[in-house]
């Protein structure tokens, strides 16, 4: 009788307030999503620029070495946000290899999308040049 008397009930009359979902992207305001951008913008620590550059990505899993094929989405003095083609854990040692200009850096997976292929990279060292950034 009481799982039943709960079942009838409305969700948010069951849920306390705090558990209320966020209002999707679509339903904030213009004035509200530039609020949210001007926040992410600061807690970033170096600005993005969106670009498209391929590279290579390697990386050591156990006693073999493996290579992926990549392609950046947007880039920073600091990493990248990349379409990788291969499904790698989070916190992953990679090294990433611009085949046009010669250059490779160390870096970490730090984040992970929804997708398996979509990845953010931290570069160990971070810098404006791998990229061909303009500082």
């Not at 160990?124 to 303009?134: C, E, H, R």
């Amino acid at each position: 009788m009481g799982l039943t008397f709960l079942l009838a009930l409305p969700l948010a009359f069951i849920l306390p307030a705090r558990f209320s979902m966020t209002p999707l992207a679509s339903e904030l305001s213009a004035a509200q999503t530039q609020q949210l951008e001007e926040r992410w913008a600061k807690m970033r620590s170096h600005s993005r620029a969106v670009t498209s550059q391929r590279f290579l990505l390697e990386w050591e899993e156990g006693e073999q070495r493996r290579t992926a094929n990549a392609i950046t989405v947007d880039v920073s003095e600091s990493g990248c946000m990349a379409v990788v083609g291969a499904d790698l854990p989070f916190n992953r040692e990679v090294r990433l290899v611009r085949p046009d200009t010669g250059r490779s850096a160390q870096g970490k997976v730090v984040w992970r999308g929804h997708e398996a292929w979509d990845v953010g990279i931290a570069l160990a060292q971070p810098d404006p040049s791998f990229w061909g950034l303009k500082s």
